[in-house]
């Protein structure tokens, strides 16, 4: 036997159970079930506990003797012509050949995709794989003929010559497809794609018309590309040339997914073919991407983006009705849509209560690079399986052109096989195909959506195509890969290929020249590409924005609740059923939170966010939270999951008390999420970017952590509504406060969402007492007003009872802005305040123990609730009321060069009186948020204090 290695030489060398061992173990197996004192006591155990597996079938028999059976088959086939080989005793050779059969059969559904004829440039030379070939076994060229059984196979046949079932082998999984699956875990999973492919050796039996309309797709994406290409000569579009048939991947999956019931899609895609998929998928008009290029096209937004980032929505036909079709916008930062998508589809989901995707299905579009090198890629898939952000399952579409940008030597391009390993971590399969073979394209989208639809599971179809044109128009590709470029000049293209194809088989030779006519007339008119487009099918499930657009922060809402209302919540959200036993600290918070309900005790931070949620859930408002440890509140605040301690199971015994607010309450959904910032937060954005009438939050574990997710706040949340006209309510709630903990748990960046602030894009608020959580949370919903909301909220605070707040702050007034000075006796004698310090935060706590101890009552402190929408109206009137103060200081805990101070200067100045100063307290200019020696950390914040008292210094800016 030839003893070159192999994949699986190793199990051989490593397994009692494998290989040339097996006619061994079947020996003493056969030995154990006729009498199970037979064999020695440690394969007795291993046997014992095979008969406690289910059967295949799903039963509990017990197996019986094989032998038997195996001579009555041997009895059977010597009554034929041709040599059947069995295990049998008396034959071992015959056997150990049956066995590296089975070996044979295994290795191809394992590996046989190394051989797959899956590169249109036919640039690499096939593999060795001693495992594919017959002879690593020891068959030789008279075995060919041997008849071999094959009943664990679904080729149709229970025996088969050696030599029907090597082709029949190389058929399925060494053609035009090669399918990754044998790492199910799922035995009912892992034989579905047995049967499937292997039922038609990975041979698709398309019509006549179906494959007439592979042509046309082909037609389409190849006709918009180069009618682009000499209309609009170098502009940047990000063509599809080489990867055609990912036009005819995605039409199939939108086709069968219809047909299956699915009557919403998510499509998430970069730059590439974007255009392509806008007219020929979607079906927008092609004169008005024309327009775009041409520069006549509405520009009505305050700035706009470009056309390969657009988004677009649609509804189309489909074999199961109609489908509506929604295009994410999506910036240049690879795969960041990824998430978003997910979190738009898990809103359509409970929208419409399909708990398993059967009526809306996400589509990512992914480059062989991005999915590859992008971390986000990784954090998305850890969601896929999770309670909180499962979406039945995505169809993941990989244009494979084998380059990234410039990059496309394997030795650099990543460090896996294939660029789709990466969805192996969620056992994800894999159908590997060749975009010159359109038809086994068209096969493998049916066969992952018949997949995904089946059992809820993520799939992936990665086109292997070329890239025809450079990275963009602009480009000379050949400067870098130029054998790659050559034998791309030489391919004809897909189009042409097929329409040869279809010719040869008597379907007109004429017939891709007519299609290609046809097309083009289409563009030339600039009507729909894409037949039949519904213009006017409106969803019951669709979403209304308008009550949402054109409103002004400054806009009022009513945010107390009636005293009654108050009573009747907060008895509801503090009786505990008494089949729960709490832990003893969370039964003291609860019954705190009972006597807070009652006005006994001032309410704290966590009875004020409960409240405000039960008002909102009662009111019809659903409300969802999400983040690390935010179902007990990263400083153990919040408790809103109660666990039972005396809990049996892992699974059981949790009670949320916010989910029993009334009978007809909307849902309250709390989630401790995955240990990820940036594609949480994406999910979470892109949820709340199709429900305006869900309070959807996000709470980053610290404050520090939310720049793991820069890239969404930057590309989405800051520039969504500019860039693309989407109003988004999304809540960030990020914990922030120098309270000696360090450089990364002390910021949460105040001056980089400041930095952003501009449009009026978002609000950006730092409560300091517990009605004021209570309100502003309540604000973001009962206000028209959908802008995204970053809470910067206190940790210490949330136990410090100076920041609790009556009961009547709860059922009168609302959200201020600016909260006066808070003292009756300065107030009262506002004429002898000389100093008004302004600030934001946790220090404004320590400035008032500060004042108490020197006694300063000529010194009045305001509070900015609101840092962005500056409110000046409501500051200006502050300051009035102090018109012989002289000096104005800003006080924070931050770093000079960070919090607050550069931006709200000049607010500051804006509004302050003739003659007056305006200076700084706080801690000098530092590179680092914080420092992490705590004696330092108290003697900074001791200055800092003091300073905000003394004669101003360092910079200072007059009225």
Not at 184 to 206: C, M, V, Y
Not at 345 to 363: E, F, N, S, T
Not at 866 to 892: G, M, S
Request: charged share 20%; hydrophobic share 40%; with cysteine.
């Amino acid at each position: 036997m030839n003893q070159t290695s192999g994949v699986y030489q190793a199990y051989q060398g490593n397994s009692y159970l494998f290989g040339g061992n097996a006619p061994y173990v079947e020996e003493m197996y056969e030995n154990y079930l006729a009498d199970p004192t037979s064999v020695p006591d440690s394969w007795r155990d291993y046997f014992d506990a095979l008969q406690n597996v289910p059967a295949l079938d799903g039963s509990a028999a017990r197996d019986v003797p094989h032998l038997p059976v195996i001579n009555a088959f041997a009895e059977r086939a010597k009554q034929g012509v041709t040599q059947v080989v069995v295990a049998s005793n008396a034959n071992p050779e015959l056997a150990r050949k049956q066995v590296y059969a089975q070996q044979l059969i295994a290795a191809y559904r394992n590996v046989g995709q190394r051989w797959a004829d899956l590169d249109p440039l036919k640039r690499a030379e096939r593999e060795q794989i001693p495992d594919l070939d017959p002879a690593f076994y020891g068959f030789g060229d008279a075995d060919f003929e041997t008849v071999f059984s094959t009943n664990n196979t679904f080729f149709r046949r229970e025996t088969m010559p050696l030599r029907e079932l090597l082709n029949a082998l190389r058929e399925t999984y060494c053609g035009s497809i090669g399918a990754e699956f044998m790492y199910l875990t799922d035995q009912t999973q892992k034989r579905w794609w047995q049967e499937r492919l292997e039922g038609i050796r990975s041979k698709p039996n398309f019509s006549v018309a179906e494959k007439k309309h592979i042509l046309d797709r082909l037609t389409a994406a190849e006709g918009l590309e180069r009618f682009l290409h000499t209309k609009y000569v170098g502009q940047k579009r990000f063509s599809l040339e080489g990867g055609e048939s990912f036009i005819v991947a995605i039409d199939r999956v939108i086709q069968q997914a219809g047909a299956k019931g699915v009557q919403e899609i998510v499509i998430g895609m970069a730059h590439r073919g974007r255009l392509n998929v806008l007219v020929n998928t979607l079906g927008k008009m092609p004169k008005d991407l024309f327009a775009e290029f041409d520069h006549t096209a509405p520009e009505d937004l305050p700035a706009g983006d470009v056309k390969y980032h657009q988004g677009f929505s649609s509804d189309v036909s489909t074999p199961g009705g109609p489908v509506h079709l929604s295009l994410a916008f999506n910036p240049s930062h690879l795969e960041i849509v990824n998430p978003v998508v997910e979190g738009s589809v898990r809103a359509r989901m409970d929208r419409r209560g399909d708990r398993k995707g059967a009526q809306v299905l996400p589509i990512l579009v992914h480059g062989d690079a991005a999915i590859a090198g992008q971390g986000v890629v990784q954090e998305t898939l850890a969601l896929a399986q999770t309670r909180g952000y499962s979406t039945g399952g995505t169809v993941h579409i990989v244009i494979n052109n084998q380059i990234g940008f410039t990059t496309s030597d394997p030795r650099d391009a990543r460090s896996t096989l294939y660029c789709t390993d990466i969805v192996k971590m969620i056992e994800a399969p894999v159908l590997h195909v060749n975009g010159d073979d359109p038809e086994a394209v068209a096969l493998a989208a049916q066969l992952a959506i018949e997949y995904r639809m089946t059992f809820s599971q993520d799939v992936v179809i990665d086109i292997v195509c070329f890239r025809k044109l450079g990275h963009n128009e602009q480009d000379t590709p050949a400067l870098t890969q130029p054998l790659m470029y050559k034998k791309i000049a030489q391919h004809p293209g897909t189009r042409r290929l097929y329409a040869d194809k279809l010719a040869a088989q008597g379907l007109g030779e004429n017939l891709g020249d007519e299609m290609v006519k046809a097309y083009r007339a289409a563009l030339d008119e600039g009507r729909h590409t894409v037949d039949p487009v519904l213009t006017n099918f409106k969803s019951k499930f669709a979403v209304d924005w308008a009550p949402f657009l054109g409103k002004k922060w400054s806009d009022s809402a009513d945010t107390a609740i009636p005293l009654a209302e108050w009573k009747r919540l907060a008895e509801r959200i503090t009786t505990l059923p008494a089949s729960v036993t709490p832990h003893q600290l969370v039964k003291k918070v609860y019954a705190d939170r009972a006597d807070m309900g009652r006005g006994e005790l001032n309410v704290d931070w966590g009875m004020g966010e409960h409240m405000a949620f039960a008002s909102l859930v009662a009111s019809g408002y659903a409300v969802r939270l999400s983040g690390e440890d935010c179902g007990r509140g990263t400083f153990t605040h919040r408790h809103a999951v109660i666990h039972d301690q005396n809990r049996e199971k892992w699974d059981v015994g949790t009670y949320i008390p916010l989910q029993n607010v009334a009978d007809n309450q909307a849902p309250f959904v709390v989630i401790d999420s995955i240990l990820s910032e940036e594609a949480v937060l994406g999910f979470e954005y892109g949820y709340a970017s199709n429900d305006p009438n869900t309070l959807v939050i996000w709470e980053a574990q610290f404050g520090d952590f939310v720049n793991g997710a820069q890239v969404v706040i930057d590309q989405f949340i800051a520039s969504g509504e500019v860039k693309w006209g989407r109003v988004n309510g999304i809540t960030l709630m990020l914990p922030h406060g120098y309270e000696g903990q360090g450089p990364e748990h002390s910021s949460a960046r105040v001056e980089r969402f400041l930095q952003l602030a501009a449009d009026t894009n978002m609000q950006l608020v730092q409560p300091t007492t517990a009605s004021q959580i209570f309100h502003v949370l309540r604000r973001q919903m009962v206000r028209n007003l959908r802008k995204p909301l970053v809470i910067f909220t206190p940790k210490s605070l949330l136990r410090n009872k100076d920041a609790g707040s009556p009961l009547s702050e709860f059922t009168k007034g609302g959200f201020q802005t600016v909260i006066p000075e808070h003292s009756a006796e300065v107030a009262k004698n506002a004429s002898a305040v000389k100093r008004v310090i302004a600030c934001s935060g946790k220090v404004y706590y320590d400035l008032v123990k500060k004042r108490e101890e020197k006694g300063a009552h000529d010194v009045a402190i305001l509070r900015v609730e609101q840092l962005y929408p500056f409110p000046h109206k409501a500051f200006a009137a502050e300051l009035k009321r102090y018109p012989n103060a002289t000096d104005i200081v800003w006080c924070q805990d931050e770093p000079q060069n960070q919090g607050a101070w550069f931006f709200i200067q000049h607010n500051i100045h804006d509004n302050m009186l003739d003659g007056q100063r305006l200076g700084y307290a706080g801690r000098a200019a530092s590179a680092s948020p914080a420092v992490g020696y705590a004696h330092l950390h108290q003697d900074q914040q001791k200055t800092l204090i003091e300073a905000a008292f003394g004669k101003l210094k360092g910079f200072i800016l007059s009225k």
